[in-house]
């Protein structure tokens, strides 16, 4: 039987965003599509995918993933190259992150959390003693680390390779690296952050800009001053659903980067904290059960849960930060809730896995640790 708290919340979240999505898209799905609907059905479709996706992972036990997670690292990095082939990867806005599927697309960069997560924690499980002791133990899978970063900035996607490269060093943290090891080689991936922030004229744009947006509104700080007018708007309660003026394309993006800005003027300062309140209580529930797995000696599960927790709340903090004016611009989902069907899929895969580390250790009692 699934953990009926993560399940309920998870649930909740989702609902949530077919209701964000529908509300935000009706104008821009009616002017581009010819239909208020459009993005509605087109997520009811992400979610019957998702929720067949979730169902197939939480029936796999999870040795399986255990002992495959290199080939599902080797997929994701497959498919970050052949999304920066001409011809084959899709570019918007600029930026080439997406592979065409027919009427639909596919992110790699979403897959690549996924992927990296397994990989990690099966590979601080093998070599547990390497990591907590020798220095190759902790270089390795930052060498793997630095390829995916790689590929991911050459799309370019600096939120994606923000949140990837924040997961593994969290994860190895927690394994029990050395703690000067850790923070050398923390110290030079901020370092080389610095260096990629500066080294393009529009991230250093992005960066003045949500400083003070106020001083160019109409310019470089024109999204970030379009969603605080849409919190300001809200109040405590909102000015009701689908009654949200900004998602008249004076917001861009507003049914996926910054779908939490117009359910923050449809729904006010109660119902920004709410769903603020629905993330907390979902990672603190998914860091319990990876706790749990600790406890009965199964490592693996734990440090998935720990990857998952780590993953959900950086994603939530950066989208709910940039939304607020509290962090620069970037494109990043809110897990569950922004339009995105591979963003969606993947999430609920995720939480399937936690599932089934809860099912595995309530179940099994744990099993033996390696």
């Known amino acids: 039987m699934p953990d009926p708290a993560l399940l309920g919340l998870s649930v909740a979240l989702v609902l949530i965003g077919l209701v964000a999505i529908s509300s935000a898209s009706i104008e821009y799905a009616e002017i581009n599509y010819n239909s208020t609907s459009f993005h509605a059905v087109r997520h009811l479709i992400y979610m019957a995918a998702a929720l067949v996706a979730a169902l197939v992972v939480y029936r796999i036990p999870l040795e399986f993933w255990e002992e495959t997670g290199w080939v599902w690292l080797f997929v994701a990095l497959a498919m970050l190259i052949l999304v920066l082939i001409p011809g084959i990867g899709r570019e918007v806005n600029g930026s080439q992150r997406w592979l065409p599927l027919g009427p639909f697309t596919l992110q790699p960069s979403e897959f690549a959390k996924l992927a990296m997560i397994i990989y990690l924690a099966g590979y601080m499980v093998r070599r547990e003693h390497e990591v907590r002791n020798q220095w190759q133990g902790f270089i390795k899978p930052m060498a793997v680390l630095f390829a995916a970063t790689l590929l991911l900035m050459v799309e370019p996607d600096f939120g994606a390779t ?14 029990g690296v050395k703690l000067g090891h850790f923070l050398l ?6 370092a080389a952050l610095l260096v990629l922030v500066v080294s393009e004229p529009y991230r250093v744009q992005r960066l003045t800009a949500y ?3 106020w001083a160019d509104p109409y310019d470089t700080g024109f999204q970030l001053t379009q969603s605080l007018i849409a919190f300001g708007r809200g109040e405590w309660f909102g000015v009701g659903l689908g009654n949200s003026v900004q998602k008249l394309f004076y917001l861009p993006e507003a049914h996926t980067d910054f779908v939490f800005s117009i359910w923050a003027e449809e729904t006010g300062f109660i119902g920004a904290l709410v769903l603020i309140l629905l993330y907390a209580a979902l990672i603190g529930r998914i860091l319990w059960t990876g706790r ?14 720990y990857g998952v927790a780590l993953v959900f709340s ?13 962090l620069p611009t970037k494109g990043l989902t809110l897990p569950f809730v ?8 993947v999430s609920c895969v995720m939480l399937a896995l936690i599932l089934r ?7 099994q009692g744990g099993r033996r640790e390696q």
Do not use: H
């Open 211 to 213: 400083t003070d947006p």
């Open 162 to 175: 923000v949140i990837v490269a924040g997961s593994a060093f969290g994860m190895l943290f927690l394994a």
């Open 338 to 345: 922004s339009y995105g069907g591979t963003s969606l899929i």
């Open 185 to 190: 080689v923390l110290a030079g991936a901020l």
């Open 292 to 305: 749990a797995a600790q406890l009965a000696s199964y490592p693996f599960g734990a440090y998935l849960c």
């Open 314 to 326: 950086g994603q939530a903090f950066v989208n709910m930060g940039v939304s607020s004016g509290l």
């Open 357 to 363: 580390v809860g099912q595995q250790v309530r179940g």
